[in-house]
């Protein structure tokens, strides 16, 4: 990736010439450069993860917490930042005996 020196948009590269999507600035492409970026057109997109054949174990942390659904005392965790930042991490369950996933979010 390459970034204009005039207005600091990106430039996207045809043939031998750097060109700018925005102002349209051009430069010529070097070679060395060229040879460290990573191109993103030879990245294959990543399909499901089957985990049917994975221990309940290895597929992620647990917990000990009351599933709502079957009273089960166990539950597989998860946590992620789905509010503002300065707000704490929400918690995502899937129980391990029933699999029914809640979450919980500090109030």
Avoid at 40 to 68: K, L, R
């Amino acid at each position: 990736m390459k970034f204009c020196d005039e207005c600091g948009s990106m430039m996207k590269k045809q043939d031998d010439i750097w060109t700018c999507s925005d102002c349209g600035a051009e430069e010529l492409a070097d070679e060395a450069d060229s040879a460290t970026m990573t191109s993103t057109e030879s990245q294959q997109e990543s399909g499901a993860v089957d985990v049917s054949d994975i221990d309940d174990a290895d597929i992620g942390p647990t917990t000990t917490v009351i599933c709502p659904e079957c009273g089960n005392d166990t539950a597989r965790y998860e946590m992620k930042q789905i509010r503002a930042a300065d707000e704490s991490e929400t918690r995502f369950f899937t129980c391990t005996e029933c699999n029914h996933k809640w979450r919980e979010d500090d109030h």
